[in-house]
T-cell receptor
Framework: NAGVMQNPRHLVRRRGQEARLRCSPMKGHSHVYWYRQLPEEGLKFMVYLQKENIIDESGMPKERFSAEFPKEGPSILRIQQVVRGDSAAYFC??????????????FGPGTRLTVT | GNSVTQMEGPVTLSEEAFLTINCTYT??????LFWYVQYPGEGLQLLLK?????DKGSNKGFEATYRKETTSFHLEKGSVQVSDSAVYFCALSVQTGANNLFFGTGTRLTVIP
């Protein structure tokens, strides 16, 4: 069973461009979480999605950031008009249905976004 | 609110030394507590967890005990190996409907032969 897949692993964008980060959860997992890790900081929760639904987006910046988890295909974290402050490592995690009480999440290797 | 305070690193130890990484927390509800490990170039892996007070999580020689009275979940290992070199994250989640994890800043451990 393959783990959580994220691509690309490294992404370089110029200021003002769009960044699209992809996450394929583990097989059988229907819950996806996105976290951001700024340099020298811990991981910060951004958004929690189930198939076709955003459940909790309390950690998402109000502008320029969006996330989706369609019925088919990977989850996408989209950052429009990137700025240098968006440079960070973005981690995706997944969990199977019915695991909400245990909160055990399986993490991908992350996408390191650099904005020049 | 919910937060995790973790011992700052980096930590450098000789092989077979004793390891302690301190972790304390604040939580609005009754938290579950976790230690995750991140090896170079990889994602975070769950190392161990504890879901109620006085529980001891253990895995691969690592242990941590959920201490409600001191709001702590310190990670320990009696004899570290070079292969334990990694970044260790303490985390919590609150079982009141929220599904996200709250992480500490991470502690980088380097074990030298």
């Amino acid at each position: 069973n393959a783990g959580v897949m994220q691509n690309p692993r490294h992404l370089v964008r110029r200021r003002g461009q769009e960044a699209r980060l992809r996450c394929s959860p583990m097989k059988g997992h229907s819950h996806v979480y996105w976290y951001r890790q700024l340099p020298e900081e811990g991981l910060k929760f951004m958004v929690y999605l189930q198939k076709e639904n955003i459940i909790d987006e309390s950690g998402m910046p109000k502008e320029r950031f969006s996330a989706e988890f369609p019925k088919e295909g990977p989850s996408i974290l989209r950052i429009q008009q990137v700025v240098r402050g968006d440079s960070a490592a973005y981690f995706c995690a997944s969990s199977p249905p019915g695991q909400e009480g245990l909160h055990e999440q399986y993490f991908g290797p992350g996408t390191r976004l650099t904005v020049t | 609110g919910n937060s995790v305070t973790q011992m700052e690193g980096p930590v450098t130890l000789s092989e077979e030394a004793f390891l302690t990484i301190n972790c304390t927390y604040t939580a609005t509800g009754y938290p579950s507590l976790f230690w995750y490990v991140q090896y170079p170039g990889e994602g975070l892996q769950l190392l161990l967890k504890a879901t109620k007070a006085d529980d001891k999580g253990s895995n691969k020689g690592f242990e941590a005990t959920y201490r409600k009275e001191t709001t702590s979940f310190h990670l320990e290992k009696g004899s570290v190996q070079v292969s334990d070199s990694a970044v260790y994250f303490c985390a919590l989640s609150v079982q009141t409907g929220a599904n996200n994890l709250f992480f500490g800043t991470g502690t980088r451990l380097t074990v030298i032969p």
